[in-house]
């Protein structure tokens, strides 16, 4: 009888431990890589076109699998490009005739000894017809949240260093 109990306990204990965690990502630029300085004076609007809002396996650790949907990691994506723009003198309305439309395609996370790195594509598409992707790299040796944000803070840096787009904002 005490046989038994142990294993059920085990497996209750070994079940308990395994872990969906849904990845809360926050619009984190304080490992941002630099792009040119540029003003919009002019009003711009940012969308996010993701419409897959189904949780994608971000990292699978064993213990604990690490999800994330494609319309929230955009979100993120969309806040970090408004942040950037409105410090740069844009102002933001949905009803503005420069706009870009932004999509994360893919993100990726791969886990070393050291540390975390994950690789973001985006799509962006501006209103006057100029479509381009664009991938970034995020770090971190602390946490997969970490690298997953300074990847997609990282994706808005890489859209910012197009002159297509910078030319687009600007004139």
């Given at each position: 009888?005490?046989?038994?109990l142990v294993c059920v306990l085990?497996?209750?204990i070994i079940s308990g431990c395994s872990a969906r965690v849904a990845l809360k990502t926050e619009a984190d630029t304080s490992e941002i890589q630099p792009f040119l300085e540029f003003n919009v004076n002019g009003?711009?609007?940012?969308?996010?076109?993701?419409?897959?809002?189904?949780?994608?396996?971000?990292?699978?650790?064993?213990?604990?699998?690490?999800?994330?949907?494609?319309?929230e990691l955009t979100?993120?994506?969309?806040?970090?490009?408004?942040?950037?723009?409105?410090k740069r003198k844009a102002k933001l309305s949905k009803e503005a005739q420069i706009g870009l439309?932004?999509?994360?395609?893919k993100l990726d996370?791969?886990?070393?000894f050291t540390s975390m790195t994950?690789?973001?594509?985006?799509?962006?598409?501006t209103k006057s017809g100029y479509q381009a992707i664009y991938t970034?790299?995020?770090?971190?040796?602390?946490?997969i949240y970490n690298a997953v944000n300074y990847s997609l803070a990282n994706s808005v840096s890489a859209m910012f260093r197009d002159p297509k787009i910078i030319e687009y904002l600007t004139n």
């Open positions: 009888m005490k046989i038994n085990s497996v209750l009003v711009v609007w940012v969308n996010n076109v993701q419409s897959n809002n189904d949780n994608v396996i971000l990292i699978d650790r064993g213990m604990a699998l690490f999800t994330g949907s494609k319309r979100n993120t994506v969309v806040t970090v490009a408004k942040n950037e723009l409105s439309d932004i999509m994360v395609d996370c791969h886990e070393s994950c690789e973001t594509t985006i799509s962006v598409a970034s790299y995020g770090n971190s040796m602390s946490t």
